[in-house]
């Protein structure tokens, strides 16, 4: 089975500052996908990144992977009030495609 | 607009009283899931369905059935709810050859 372990827990930053989470998982896989949660509602998927793939951007957020060592990191730039939230990832293998495992989430607050 | 909907959005119910909570996708997507999101835990998976007719259970399936017998819903049926599946839900759904996932609004369930 496949999980995405967060870290750090929990992030409380100014706005304009950058915020890094990362994201541990167990085992080969086909993607990775974060995913941003605001208070009680429905996650928003937020970038997808392929096992072959390094790095992807999408306007102020940038993913890395390291397949090696199976991890990844999601940085958000220049941050706002409007990022806080939730935010998790979810490791996706060929063989368990249907499955999606969440990890408990890094919780971003960024002050204004 | 392209969505997922689920019902009701908030349900407070007594031990052992079948119930339903429905969600339905309007995008033609072949794949639906559902999850339930506990402090501390995350997203957990309870069942999937990768179409029609076809549904597989995910982490946490104890206590809940579900049916795919059309492409556009998904129902989670708890036979006779427990406190301890007080929780929110979540339901999504997802092209099958695309992992990215749409989620509903959520359902917060109440099991006294």
């Known amino acids: 089975s496949q999980q995405g372990e967060e870290d750090p827990q929990a992030l409380s930053i100014q706005e304009g500052e950058n915020a890094t989470m990362n994201c541990s998982y167990k085992?080969?896989?086909?993607?990775l996908q974060w995913y941003r949660q605001n208070s009680g509602r429905g996650l928003v998927h937020l970038i997808l990144?392929?096992?072959?793939?390094r790095e992807k951007h999408s306007g102020r957020l940038r993913v890395t992977l390291d397949t090696s060592k199976k991890s990844s990191s999601l940085l958000i730039t220049a941050s706002r009030a409007a990022d806080t939230a939730s935010y998790f990832c979810?490791?996706?293998?060929?063989?368990?495609?249907?499955?999606?495992?969440f990890g408990a989430g890094t919780q971003v607050v960024v002050t204004p | 607009e392209a969505q997922v909907t689920q019902n009701p959005r908030y349900l407070i119910t007594v031990t052992g009283k079948k119930l339903t909570v429905t969600c339905s996708q309007n995008?033609?997507?072949?794949?639906m899931s559902w999850y339930r999101q506990d402090p501390g835990l995350g997203l957990r998976q309870i069942y999937y369905?990768?179409?029609?007719?076809?549904?597989d259970k995910g982490d946490v399936p104890e206590g809940y059935k579900v049916s795919r017998k059309e492409k556009r819903n998904f129902p989670l049926i708890l036979e006779s709810p427990s406190p301890n599946q007080t929780s929110l839900y979540f339901c999504?759904?997802?092209?099958?050859?695309?992992?990215?996932?749409?989620f509903g609004p959520g359902t917060r369930l109440t099991v006294l």
């Open positions: 999504a759904s997802s092209p099958r050859t695309v992992n990215e996932q749409f």
């Open positions: 085992t080969s896989i086909n993607n």
């Open positions: 990144i392929r096992s072959n793939e």
């Open positions: 979810a490791p996706v293998s060929t063989d368990s495609w249907g499955k999606l495992q």
């Open positions: 995008m033609n997507h072949e794949y």
């Open positions: 369905s990768m179409n029609v007719e076809v549904t």
